[in-house]
């Protein structure tokens, strides 16, 4: 138990040791590893010097014993101590094998007899003695010149070893009278491999430095690639992005530059039926023309521009897509899609536009009933009570009037609370909101949904309610009619306004187009024309009796081809 606990507690304290930062990490194991491979690498570099200074020393010692071998005065030392005269410390042999050891710069350059008996060393009180260490066999048995390594009098050597032969024997003349060993120290061969390792250990140390400057750029770069992130946080980020995608309504689909698929959420994959064909691991790598078709994908792929807010349908159901591209370093390296159900935006639509109707009938209401309350209140002050009590029966009879010629015309309540509440609106412009008497809108197909009749009438009333007020016409008179006759609904709203001159005609229908300077313009007559060209329908600007414009909006009650058409037109077609 003690020990595991001390196990644990090491553990510990070289996980504190590790850096937590990302770059530091990296330093530490890019350096790590260039330390060991320069470290592996210089060792076996040095190794390879140690190998061939050894073996060159050898040789060095091989050669000179083979030369000191066939000189004449080693061979008439080696018969004098066969004759039997014994070894001499001075004498000529001793001469030799000294003046080649100091020009060898070796240890010792020995010469012995067949038996081993000196006739040289170093030390001169030795010879005459017996040769240590061995390995003198070869010479003496075989004839032969090597190399070997032994301890010797002087301790361990690597010695070079040839065999001395009588040329003047003619009976014998291979016949060994003795043999030469020269010797170097291995203490002194280490001294000699260590002093040439030395250099390329510097070269190393630098290699070892570069490496290291090498692993702080790799790390700094690779840390400003990722945006400065921790692994931590990156993994964070990545959760975090896919918990968002999955919950969004709106469907993300995400391609690269070949257009194969690389993200879908869960409402993509819903509302385009890819949960059919796979999960999104076996989606993710195809081509995205073979799962869902996308058009205006490759497009924005092929043309690196983005497309906003188009119209396009699948399986019946008509989606609004906008497409961005990617990019990188000025390249498209992809495209990200997002798809709305455009039944849902009708709905967010319709909603906003009733709480706005609602809103500006409570306001012109409360308005009007306000400047009526203080008229009444005063015409009763000044004792003018019949006054007061026909100007209460005037606003009632007015406003019955037009609640009744609603009820029998337009028995769709949106449209008739939409209609009363543009009347308030008007009487609070001062302007004379008229309807038609003939109006009728009894006669509304299946197909042409009353929230979008609300949007087309509504703002064309709101067009033309700005427009009378903007005029000079005196008084400020706005018309509406209504007709359902015939094989087409008719819808006509005119005004006493300054008119659209015939060169904007068609221009007053784009999306920002308006005649008015603040924001917040140029959207109104653009709606009525994307609910028209959704039912089929057609709109066109004329001159009005009253003096202003007259728009005439004609929905067909029946072409449901056409209807069909324009559901699955682009809204770069619409102009």
């Known amino acids: 138990m003690k020990g595991a606990l001390v196990a644990q507690s090491l553990a510990d304290r070289a996980r504190a040791l590790v850096p937590r930062s990302l770059q530091a990490q990296m330093i530490l194991l890019l350096g790590?590893?260039?330390l060991v491979q320069i470290g592996i690498s210089g060792i076996i570099f040095g190794s390879l010097v140690a190998e061939i200074l050894e073996d060159q020393i050898g040789r060095r010692a091989l050669v000179v014993a083979e030369a000191v071998a066939r000189n004449p005065v080693v061979v008439q030392g080696l018969r004098d101590l066969e004759s039997g005269r014994p070894p001499q410390p001075d004498g000529p042999v001793q001469a030799l094998a000294e003046q080649v050891r100091r020009a060898a710069d070796g240890e010792y350059v020995v010469v012995c007899n067949a038996e081993g008996i000196r006739l040289s060393h170093p030390d001169s009180w030795k010879i005459g003695q017996h040769f240590v260490g061995g390995d003198?066999?070869?010479?003496?048995?075989?004839?032969?010149s090597y190399v070997s390594s032994a301890v010797g009098t002087l301790g361990p050597s690597l010695r070079g070893f040839a065999p001395v032969r009588d040329p003047d024997d003619p009976d014998h003349p291979d016949r060994v009278l003795g043999f030469v060993s020269v010797g170097y120290l291995l203490s002194d061969v280490d001294r000699i491999i260590v002093r040439h390792q030395l250099q390329p250990r510097v070269f190393i140390f630098m290699m070892a430095l570069v490496g290291l400057l090498g692993a702080v750029i790799i790390a700094g770069r690779f840390k400003k690639a990722i945006l400065g992130l921790e692994p931590r946080e990156i993994a964070s980020l990545f959760q975090e992005r896919g918990a968002i995608l999955e919950t969004m309504r709106e469907g993300v689909l995400a391609v690269d530059a070949g257009g194969n698929l690389r993200l879908a959420n869960a409402a993509a994959r819903r509302d385009l039926g890819l949960d059919r064909l796979g999960p999104e691991s076996e989606l993710v790598g195809r081509p995205v023309a073979d799962l869902v078709a996308v058009p205006v994908?490759?497009?924005?792929?092929?043309?690196?521009?983005?497309?906003?807010d188009r119209e396009v349908e699948r399986g019946g159901v008509a989606f609004i897509v906008s497409v961005n591209p990617v990019r990188h370093q000025g390249e498209v390296v992809g495209a990200v899609a997002s798809f709305r159900r455009k039944?849902?935006?009708?709905?967010?639509?319709?909603?906003?536009?009733?709480?706005?109707?609602?809103?500006?009938?409570?306001?012109?209401q409360a308005h009007e009933h306000s400047n009526q309350l203080h008229t009444v209140a005063g015409l009763i002050q000044i004792g003018a009570a019949d006054e007061a009590l026909d100007l209460i029966l005037n606003e009632t009879a007015d406003y019955q009037e037009l609640v009744s010629l609603l009820n029998s015309a337009v028995p769709h309540t949106l449209l008739s609370g939409l209609i009363i509440g543009k009347a308030n609106r008007a009487s609070e412009l001062k302007v004379q909101l008229e309807v038609d008497e003939g109006s009728s809108l009894r006669d509304v197909p299946a197909h042409v949904a009353p929230e979008r009749l609300v949007t087309i009438l509504g703002n064309l009333v709101d067009n033309a309610l700005e427009a009378a007020v903007a005029g000079e016409r005196q008084p400020r008179r706005v018309r509406l009619s209504m007709t359902d006759l015939g094989h087409d609904l008719i819808l006509e709203v005119e005004d006493s306004g300054p008119g659209v001159p015939a060169e904007r005609a068609a221009a007053i229908f784009e999306r920002g187009v308006s005649s008015k300077s603040s924001a917040g313009h140029g959207v109104g007559l653009h709606l009525v024309r994307e609910n028209l060209n959704a039912l089929g329908g057609d709109i066109t600007v004329g001159e009005s009796e009253l003096g202003g414009a007259l728009f005439t909006a004609i929905i067909p009650k029946g072409d449901m081809t056409r209807v069909e058409e324009n559901l699955q037109k682009p809204e770069a077609d619409h102009g």
Do not use: H, N
């Open 32 to 34: 790590l590893l260039v």
């Open 136 to 144: 003198e066999g070869p010479a003496v048995a075989e004839g032969r």
């Open 297 to 308: 994908l490759q497009q924005v792929l092929r043309d690196g521009q983005p497309v906003l």
């Open 343 to 364: 039944d849902e935006l009708d709905r967010l639509a319709r909603e906003l536009s009733r709480v706005r109707d609602y809103s500006d009938l409570l306001r012109a």
